[in-house]
């Protein structure tokens, strides 16, 4: 008979239950606890991430859908005022356009643009910022004059010029979804420096330390050293900066959508319903603007405020 040890059945459960339970006795998650504004903000940026994932759902109508548009129905004042239909909530645009249907479509659009973003600019900076802290010399030197350079343009700028670059080299070969991964690189070339220069100054400081000096000895690789021992120690300031950057990501998609160099109006976000409505602000159809408005403001807001609780519970001089 073999003497091999059998595990118990609750090991395998073990494991995952102790990382839940740190997570629970941690720093961060008791600061989140003690922060009342932040768990609503948190409340509030998880209730627009749903809305926008099961926006086909919850929506009356496809606003991208033209079959499913009644001329006959534009400008319906919102339900609760006197001249209001149902099913339409917050009344309907120039297009008989449900603006409750637009918001959650525009919504998702909006939030998708500023993550895709995000994670491009993040993943081009962090790459930047590795390669210039841990190698030096003059790959960090040119790195960093770039760097500098963009960083005296403001990013709406950068993003306007992507942006003009693809449509004037593409011209009508861009469709909406060309437009829309124009959009998320343009976004994602404008706030790669912040990451570049976060993680270079952390891997600058990292790399004199013992641990890194073993590996070297041991004979790892510059990349698995950088990706699996440098980067794990820079990813507090990381995450703090994805998170304000992801406000900043979305209002740059609904600047540029409102300056008309974002997405078509068959493919409204938040920026381009905004943009619409405000051509019908001072005919009374106040609805058609305000309430994409609200979305928008309230969205960056509750992310903003994460960002910030963010920035302040991971500061070890602040706990």
Known sequence: ???AVVPHPSQDHQAPAGWFRRALDSDVFYSFRRSRLT??????????????????????????????????????????????????????????????SAILYGMRISLAVGVAGV???????????????????????????????????????????????????LGNRLDEMSTLGVLIIAIGL????????????????????????????IGLPAPKIMLRHVLPNTMGPILVIATINLALAIITEA????????????????????????NYLFAGEWWIVAFPGFALAALILSINLLGDWLRDALNPKLR
Request: no cysteine; aromatic share 10%; charged share 10%.
């Open 1 to 3: 008979m073999s003497d």
């Open 39 to 100: 768990m609503v903000a948190a409340v509030i940026t998880l209730l627009f991430f749903l809305l926008a994932i099961f926006a086909s759902w919850l929506a009356v109508q496809n606003p991208f859908d033209p079959a499913q548009l009644q001329l006959m129905n534009s400008r319906i004042s919102p339900l609760w005022t006197a001249d209001g239909q149902s099913p339409f909530l917050l009344g309907t645009d120039e297009q008989g356009r449900d603006v409750f």
């Open 119 to 169: 994670i491009f600019a993040g993943a081009l900076g962090i790459a930047l910022g590795l390669i210039a802290g841990y190698f030096g010399g003059a790959v960090d030197g040119v790195i960093m004059r770039i760097a500098d350079v963009q960083l005296t343009f403001p990013a709406i700028l950068i993003a306007l010029l992507v942006n003009g670059i693809a449509k004037s080299i």
């Open 190 to 217: 404008s706030f790669w420096v912040q990451y570049a220069r976060t993680v270079r100054g952390s891997v600058m400081v990292e790399k004199n330390k013992d641990y890194v000096a073993a590996a070297q000895l």
């Open 255 to 278: 600047t540029l959508s409102f300056l008309g160099v974002g997405l078509p109006d068959t493919m409204p976000s938040l920026g381009t319903l905004i943009r619409i409505g405000n």
